[in-house]
């Protein structure tokens, strides 16, 4: 039965405040709508990015989190592809079937992808912007039934709820974005938590030298973990010709900036060998520009292009990692470095801030 109720979740009410736990309303689910009770939620970047105003004012009181494992427990109207006690991924991503792109057959690109039609309501009344179309530091949320991903029973949710954004993202951007090939040479610049998927991915794809990038040595053991073949710290040695040393003097066949900074996106650049793909993941601060000569840019060849949540395609590739999750070719548990309560997100943004984590995940 599709009912109302009241959940409570993290919001934030204005740029650069603290989120604070509140109750807010949640409308009985419509037509194509799904109520689903959160499980998990990883805390990603862009979540404090949005908390900080990047996004602009317009859309708070924000619902954070976008990162997370659900139940499904009340669907609306119409709704085929979940049924109540569905264990899901939330996807950020659900293909319209109907846009430009969609028509096109390239769904990765949807431009008018699928949100619920009904707004959250905050106690006193004012519509609420769950981050991304989700909302997922919260105990219940609103969401299209086609951002519900069904996955198989058993798998640890925390893990899981880390697949609905930076995992994806990051092992998307080196299967799809890059094409990463068997044998080819990587460097991928910034190793938090998507530039490690970043280096899972690579790994998958069978690339032999994968070389991570990071000014922080912690980061550069986690990466090492991951799979990286040799690590480079910028703060000790410059970083293009050392890739270049790495790699017979020629550069890389693939790079990746996943920091959202111009000095690690002038190294993803120019360690590329003739050619080369250098995939942009980090989002930069919208004021940053980088200079370069168009002649060198030209001489090198290759490409420059961003991607957006690893061109993935949720309800093909969601099922996927969690299948490689569960035979052990994903090392998911490396990525959770820890496991907090609600009342513990802020907490976390600071954490993240400071460089102490890979993921924190809030299990509900
Ligand atoms: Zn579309
Ligand atoms: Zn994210």
Known sequence: MADAMIARGVISR??????????F?????????????ILASGVCHTDLSAKNGVFGTDYFPFLLGHEGSAIVESVGEGVTNVAEGDYVILAWRAPCGECRFCQVGKPHLCAASLNAKQKMITHDGIDLTP????????????????????IAEGLPPEQMSLIGCGVMTGIGAALYSAGVQPGQSVAVVGCGGVGD????????????????????????????GFGATHTVNP????????????????GVNASFEAVGNTDALN????????????VIIGVADRTKTIEFSV????DLGGQLRSSWYGDCLPTRDFPMLAAWYSQGRLDLDAIVTKVITLEEAEEAFHAMERGETLRSVIRL
Do not use: Y
Request: charge should be neutral; charged fraction near 20%.
């Open 25 to 37: 309303h949640i409308p009985a689910p419509g037509p194509q709508e799904v109520r689903v009770r």
């Open 14 to 23: 204005e740029p650069n405040q603290p989120g604070v736990i509140e109750e």
């Open 267 to 278: 190294t993803a650049i120019w360690c590329r060998d003739l050619a080369g793909t250098c």
């Open 131 to 150: 981050i991304l179309g989700i909302g997922t530091f919260c105990t219940h949320t609103l969401v299209h039934c086609k951002q519900c991903i069904p």
């Open 197 to 224: 998927s970043v280096i899972m991915g690579a790994k998958l794809a069978g690339a032999t030298t994968i070389i991570g990038v990071d000014i922080d040595p912690r980061k550069l053991e986690w990466a090492k």
């Open 295 to 298: 002649a060198s840019f030209f």
């Open 235 to 250: 703060k000790e040695e410059d970083a293009v010709a050392r890739i270049k040393e790495i790699t017979g003097g020629f």
